[in-house]
């Protein structure tokens, strides 16, 4: 069995009867939404409260994920769960996994994932509804945090694969904003050249489509640290373009 603690989680987990893999799997919690059946096991999601420490516990049986380095599969919190470690490594915002465990039951095979709970801080899709009552300054902050943690993720060389305004997460700092990522499931090595970052940066426009045309370009020269005329910007656009028009020619 592969296991992780948090030091600054264990203690608490210790309290409450839940340092060990069984004990979590054995609590008796509400799921927060519909078991993921899709890989012929299931994964689900609950909250757990421990005082004034909030977690996401997930638990799954057999949902496993295949890789040359795991022709036999692996679960895919084993996955995530390294991608959460890497992320802290590299400085990358991003959700803290408290726990970790995996093991074999029977031919079963299970996982645990505990990650903490992001209270205060707002997915970018809530953002997204009513963003034009949005003040301009609030509109303009939370297009630089978007920026800046995209511009991070890249500069560190890694691709989120699914940067979804869902997957971003932000809170107010003073007068910014500071962002961060969870899903980290399907993250991999950025791979040299534009293309990789185009792919992340499409996502996330195609499904932030309430932004402004100067919005897009605020966010661009954002990322890029360029003004927002620079012609540098168009470029990008039209590469982001591209990519939309291919994966519409392909559905």
Known sequence: MSEFFSVADRLLLDMHG????????????????????????????????????????K?????LTHSLRHPFGEPTFACEFRN????????IPALQAAYFGARR????????LLTRALDGWRDLDSW????????????????????????????AGQRHGCFYPKHIFLRPVGERYEACLIDLEKTRLLLPGRNDRIVDLEALLRRAATWSQN???QLLAGY??????????DTWLERIAG????????A
């Open 18 to 57: 839940l340092a060990s893999f069984d004990a979590l799997w054995a609590v008796q919690l509400d799921s927060v939404d519909m078991p993921n059946t899709s890989r012929g096991g299931w994964s689900s999601v609950f909250r757990l409260e421990l005082g004034d420490t909030t977690y996401y516990l």
């Open 59 to 63: 638990r799954q049986s057999n949902y």
């Open 84 to 91: 959460i470690q890497r992320y802290q490594r590299l400085g």
């Open 105 to 112: 039951v029977a031919g079963e095979h299970r996982a645990i």
């Open 128 to 155: 997204l509804i009513g963003w034009s009552e949005q003040p301009l300054a609030t509109r303009a902050a939370v297009l630089r945090a978007c920026a800046e943690l995209a511009r991070t993720l890249h500069a």
């Open 215 to 217: 919005e897009v370009r």
């Open 224 to 233: 890029l640290q360029r003004d927002e005329d620079d012609p540098l910007i």
């Open 243 to 250: 990519r939309r028009r291919s994966k519409q020619a392909r």
